[in-house]
């Protein structure tokens, strides 16, 4: 019997507001909050909201049998509590019909697990946490930014505890082989691994408004029909995509929200299910590994990393960003951490491109622009940073005389509560005197 395995991405990423040299040392704080909160107050209105109502709706109507998995970044769920909370609200009310899936990932949307182990590691246990204290669910599955992987991705996310990641069915890596299977990483054969189908995905996110299309208008019988005459043998189908295709990406005046509540009737004609990645994960065996050796994603055609890390300027700010990551885990302080995280988030690179020319949906003129930004305020917080620990120190040192004064403020502390306790005592035996 047949399965379809669906995902859906959120994220939203801090946005810059315009940050020149001059500013460097007199201004820190980096954000621009009227194109934040507009952003995300319009996909709102377009796609969250109306898309949660009409996958309950969904719910309801299928008996239950309808089912979807969702990773939220970390900075995507800070947005919704601080500009629309009542997104948060009705994700809370799928969660508890317990046929949505919370998936993990590292909690700025970040490329940490290509340059800063610890980092990714620090993020997804960051983001696990947020996941559990909104919806009171804690991730089992994993699926890394932008569903980069790699055969080093896959031994740090085994060795966080997960046994299911997601990730992207590139044919480079696959060759005749088909992503309608569950598969395992090479690394760690007990990781097991869903891939995207690249050709059902883009059917909705790259073709359903595409007049120009030989198969338009798709209609939700003739997709679950394409999805029904795939071989016998193959089982799942992970229809992996961004949230917005439903409502900002495609409008909700092109049929789309119509045709997703159309999909549950037709795939139950068909004898086709719908399951969350978790249960697929604990009902098949992997029919064969696969090796990565170089990260993959599921951007463009490449389905590389290049689109962040493809040029001088993108790499030149990579390095310069992970070269503070140990002295910035050393502090306390909530907006040097804050500003940390939200810095790392890939969009910034991403806004970089040079592949195509004018990168899409970047709030800058071209690349070079979004690379001064960036550098401009990487730079004011570089200062800060090595403000609060001197580069003059070596790490080593400067861990070991943290500890010395954190040990030092416990012991303090412990000081003044026996002082407390002593004090009390003697009153007390005054008192009774």
């Given at each position: 019997?047949?399965?379809?395995?669906?995902?859906?991405?959120?994220?939203?990423?801090?946005?810059?507001?315009?940050?020149?040299?001059?500013?460097?040392?007199?201004?820190?704080?980096?954000?621009?909050?009227?194109?934040n909160e507009?952003?995300?107050?319009?996909?709102?209105?377009?796609?969250?909201?109306?898309?949660?109502?009409?996958?309950?709706?969904?719910?309801?109507?299928?008996?239950?049998k309808f089912k979807v998995a969702f990773s939220i970044s970390g900075t995507a769920l800070e947005q919704m509590e601080i500009y629309t909370p009542e997104v948060i609200d009705s994700f809370k009310e799928l969660a508890?019909?317990?046929n949505v899936e919370f998936l993990a990932e590292t909690y700025a949307h970040s490329l940490a697990s290509l340059g800063d182990e610890e980092e990714f590691k620090q993020q997804v246990k960051r983001h696990q946490n947020k996941i559990y204290t909104l919806f009171g669910v804690k991730p089992k599955v994993f699926r890394n930014t932008e569903l980069i992987y790699s055969d080093d991705i896959s031994e740090l996310v085994?060795?966080?505890?997960?046994?299911?990641?997601?990730?992207?069915?590139?044919?480079?890596?696959?060759?005749?082989?088909?992503?309608?299977?569950?598969?395992s990483s090479i690394m760690q054969p007990q990781l097991k691994m869903l891939l995207k189908n690249d050709r059902f995905s883009e059917d909705l996110s790259m073709r359903f408004s595409n007049y120009s299309w030989n198969e338009y208008p798709?209609?939700?019988?003739?997709?679950?029909?394409?999805?029904?005459?795939t071989p016998e043998s193959e089982q799942i189908i992970s229809l992996f995509m961004n949230y917005e295709v439903l409502g900002t990406l495609n409008a909700a005046e092109t049929g789309i929200f119509d045709f997703f509540k159309a999909l549950p009737r037709f795939a139950a004609e068909k004898g086709i299910s719908f399951s969350m990645p978790s249960e697929v994960f604990s009902l098949?065996?992997?029919?064969?590994?696969?090796?990565?050796?170089?990260?993959?994603?599921?951007v463009d055609e490449e389905k590389d990393c290049s689109s962040w890390l493809g040029n001088v300027l993108q790499q030149e700010a990579f390095r310069k960003i992970n070269e503070i990551g140990e002295r910035v885990r050393l502090s306390d302080n909530r907006?040097?951490?804050?500003?940390?995280?939200?810095?790392?988030?890939?969009?910034?690179?991403?806004?970089?491109?040079?592949?195509?020319?004018?990168?899409?949906?970047?709030?800058?003129?071209?690349?070079?622009?979004?690379?001064?930004?960036?550098?401009?305020v990487?730079?004011?917080?570089?200062?800060?940073?090595?403000?609060?620990?001197?580069?003059?120190?070596?790490?080593?040192?400067?861990?070991?005389?943290?500890?010395?004064?954190?040990?030092?403020?416990?012991?303090?502390?412990?000081?003044?509560?026996?002082?407390t306790n002593t004090k009390k005592k003697l009153e007390k035996k005054l008192t009774t005197e």
């Open positions: 019997m047949k399965t379809i395995c669906f995902y859906f991405q959120i994220h939203q990423p801090f946005r810059l507001k315009r940050y020149r040299f001059f500013d460097i040392g007199n201004d820190h704080y980096y954000y621009d909050d009227f194109q507009e952003i995300i107050r319009r996909i709102a209105e377009k796609t969250y909201l109306p898309g949660n109502r009409a996958i309950l709706d969904m719910i309801k109507t299928s008996g239950g508890q019909t317990g085994y060795q966080m505890g997960f046994r299911g990641m997601l990730t992207e069915g590139a044919k480079h890596v696959l060759g005749w082989k088909s992503p309608n299977y569950m598969y798709l209609t939700a019988d003739k997709y679950i029909s394409w999805i029904a005459s098949l065996k992997p029919v064969d590994s696969i090796s990565v050796p170089y990260p993959m994603s599921w907006r040097i951490l804050q500003d940390w995280t939200y810095l790392q988030s890939s969009d910034h690179f991403y806004y970089m491109n040079t592949k195509r020319g004018h990168v899409g949906f970047s709030p800058y003129e071209n690349a070079y622009d979004a690379f001064n930004n960036y550098m401009n990487l730079s004011d917080f570089i200062v800060r940073v090595t403000a609060l620990f001197p580069t003059s120190i070596e790490n080593e040192e400067l861990n070991s005389l943290l500890t010395t004064i954190r040990n030092q403020g416990i012991e303090i502390e412990q000081l003044r509560k026996e002082l």
